[in-house]
């Protein structure tokens, strides 16, 4: 057999949250093309309309689903409409999440709490209503989006650095709970490209942030995808638990303290 047959996703179902615009639409392409039908799920429909659409093009299956990630009962109706409507659910990726720097004086521990809801709580209960589903199918996988800033050391980042490393810690965790059947992974990018990265930093900071990456470029959504597939497919059937870092070679950030 060709190594290259176990880069594909032919007859899997993967949910994909985020996936309006960004890394999540990247990932939810990256997967369609190579086999899967995919569930689109973002907070504004129009967006996941969108990418689905362009996954239907690629000849797979695909739904947009309007699901904010924070909200339990959203999250249960994601996955019950992904398998009505797919038969069932053989991957999920945890893509949705984000918060941007903070004060520690001034974030109330309130705030503190929905950025670690956000971004880790959700993540662990859609794992949680997605498993056993995954088992009904045979096994399944699991993608959490992390971030380097998990482990970087930086000023006013107090809240998404310590949720993103929550959420690696608890992929590594959840990979123990979950073996063999379901793998459990995670990409930590560094800065990519995308429209948010865009709009919340001023071209100076994204010369720097190229600058300061030993490989002298800012990543792509395609760079996170391409690692995406990797961590889905039967070429990292061996790998679990563990934390993929794309970032360029970047050990630092330079967003401003």
């Known amino acids: 057999m060709s190594i290259l047959e176990n880069f594909n996703l032919h007859g899997q179902v993967a949910v994909v949250t985020g996936a309006g615009r960004g890394l999540g639409r990247a990932i939810a392409l990256a ?4 086999g899967a039908d995919v569930v689109c799920s973002a907070r504004t429909l129009a967006d996941v309309e969108a990418v689905a659409g362009e996954i239907r093009a690629l000849g797979r299956r695909a739904l947009a689903i309007s699901c904010d990630v924070t909200d339990a009962d959203q999250r249960q109706a994601l996955v019950d409409a992904a398998v009505e409507g797919m038969g069932r659910i053989t991957h999920l990726v945890n893509n949705a999440g984000g918060a941007g720097p903070n004060d520690p004086l001034k974030m109330s521990a309130e705030e503190f709490a929905a950025v670690l ?3 880790v709580t959700s993540a662990y209960s859609l794992t949680q209503l997605c498993v ?18 998990a482990r970087y050391i930086q000023p006013h980042f107090s809240a998404y650095g310590a949720a993103k490393a929550a959420l690696t810690q608890l992929t590594k965790l959840l990979a123990q709970d979950f073996a063999p059947l379901i793998r ?3 990409i930590a990018p560094g800065p990519v490209l ?15 942030m190229a600058e300061n990456t030993p490989l002298k ?5 395609d760079d996170i995808a391409a690692a995406a597939l990797y961590l889905a497919t039967p070429a990292s059937s061996w790998v679990t ?13 330079v967003w401003p303290g």
């Open 31 to 34: 997967f369609a093309q190579a």
């Open 117 to 119: 809801s956000f971004n």
């Open 132 to 149: 056993p589903h995954m088992r009904s199918a045979g096994g399944g996988n699991v993608i959490n989006i992390t971030s380097g800033a």
């Open 184 to 186: 459990i992974n995670a």
């Open 194 to 208: 995308t429209t948010a990265l865009k709009n919340a930093a001023p071209d100076a900071m994204l010369t720097a």
């Open 217 to 221: 470029r800012i990543g792509q959504p």
């Open 241 to 253: 638990g563990k934390v993929i870092e794309v970032d360029g070679g970047a050990e630092s950030s």
